[in-house]
């Protein structure tokens, strides 16, 4: 494997199963006579080149001005002379009906594929049937709900101070109820050996219990053992809000960690052998990274790795904008540099490294609309399936792929 080869980075729509892909997305994909080769999406101001290809005007635009060719069978095209507007197709593609997303849910719009995006945005069955978010924390007494994820994570990146103050106050519960169930289990404890006290283990005979006591020692050591079983029942129960807890605050921890990558984000997969022959049974399976930010209050990422739904033999590589909570706050489409490297791990000489820049006119870098764009950007046709298993990029049954991401 070349190191250094040359490839050409392009927008590309993930596999089926993504899971922000719903049936009414799938049922609205364009046809390929409507479809641009080069974003994947339906035609925009649609034009035609002098070698038969369609293309969005705003995609082969940049692309002849710096290359001069054809993306599709590298013929030399110009401007000027070589592209025409398409408003046939245009017209087409306009007289086209498709389904909102949300019909299931009431929605009977039919709008073209152009005023979709839009009307999804706008959509009341949308804003209807949105389910709210509780607080992680509210187990322990936090009542807020949320109707965007965006808000939840604002809540709790400002409300610290008053869940650790929830927690206190539920530990400080725990231990009271500890201690209020051991004096309680202590004064039947004392009940109970004034009722019977144990004969000396060298003289049997040295003690036995009262006979005019039998019913009340009885009734000692039963409220005894309900109490004990009650205190454990209350116990376990703390103990499951307590770790639920836990754990939460342990994934804000991790989340927080992953974003102070600073773009510079080390994506290891492990167990690759299964997960490669998982991928190679069903080429819609494919692998997404952690998300990690360009910032701590930038722009949120992902990647994709996938075998190439083009050429069955390579895999494909791409990232993912993804929302975040600071989107409203950042300069919209993208723009920004962004290298993949693969480590092989054996000869570091062999690192196969490959550098892109974003293209501002492509869905997969402006503001998401939904949790994951599922347009990306990076390489159908990223490595050799072959090339890397043999030249050393595998080492102890895991993958090592470098992201950087820096803006511009």
Known sequence: MEPQRTKNASEGIAPIGISSLTDADLLNQPESRYEC?????????????????KFCKSCITPWIQSSGHCPIDNINLSMKIDIFPDNYTKREILEQRLGCPYASKGCTAKVSPLELDEHVESCAQRAAHAQPALCAFRALGCRETFHRQQDMHEHLDTNTQKHLSLLMNAYSELKMN????NANTDAKEQEAMTLWEAPDKNDPQSSTAPLNNTSALIRSVFERVVILEQRNREQDIIIANLTKQVSTISALMKHNNVRYCMGNYIWKIDNFSARLEQMLKNHNSMLYSPAFYTTPNGYRFCVRLNISPQNPLCFALHVHMMKSEFDDCLDWPFNGRISFTMVNQYDPDKTQKDTMMSNSSLIA???????????????????????????????????IIRVQIRCV
């Open 37 to 53: 080769p080069m974003c994947l999406n339906w035609l925009r101001d649609p034009v035609i080149t002098t070698c038969g290809h």
């Open 365 to 399: 870098f402006q503001k998401p609309a939904t949790d994951i764009c599922r347009r990306g950007f990076g390489f159908t046709e990223y490595a050799a399936v072959k090339d890397v298993l043999a030249n050393g990029f595998v080492r102890d049954d895991v993958l």
């Open 178 to 181: 500890n201690d209020m169930a």
